[in-house]
């Protein structure tokens, strides 16, 4: 009896020591926050574009863009990883004028995975 109860016990625990592993293997780095926020609408341009990760964040193979709504795109330098919180993806932006603005971002994590997505903000004047 004892024999017969330890196959489907063990193989009930095999399978759950693999659960974990199979979603960290296929995992992709999720935006958990931005800066300024979607759809903001701001009383003085912000100094910065920063983007918030789930995880580390490799920034020679990311890129951030932004757009006024003119179709105008605002000159930017490469976005630089935070020193502080690898997470992150930082750009500093020029002076802004009141107007709106879309961000555009592709984010590439340690692991190559590469995620993309995008946001507007607005600077009232």
Do not use: C
Request: aromatic share 8%; no cysteine.
């Amino acid at each position: 009896m004892f024999r017969t109860l330890t196959r489907p016990v063990a193989s009930v625990l095999l399978a759950l020591a693999a659960v974990p592993f199979h979603s960290v293997a296929f995992a992709h780095s999720v935006l958990t926050g931005n800066s300024p926020s979607a759809n903001a609408v701001l009383t003085q341009a912000p100094p910065e574009i920063r983007l918030s990760f789930n995880e580390r964040i490799e920034p020679r193979f990311s890129s951030i863009t932004v757009t006024g709504s003119d179709g105008k795109k605002v000159t930017l330098g490469r976005p630089a990883g935070d020193p502080q919180k690898p997470s992150d993806l930082v750009v500093a932006l020029p002076q802004l004028a009141p107007g709106k603005y879309l961000v555009r971002w592709k984010a590439t994590s340690a692991d190559s995975h590469q995620v993309q997505g995008s946001f507007a903000f607005q600077i009232k004047p």
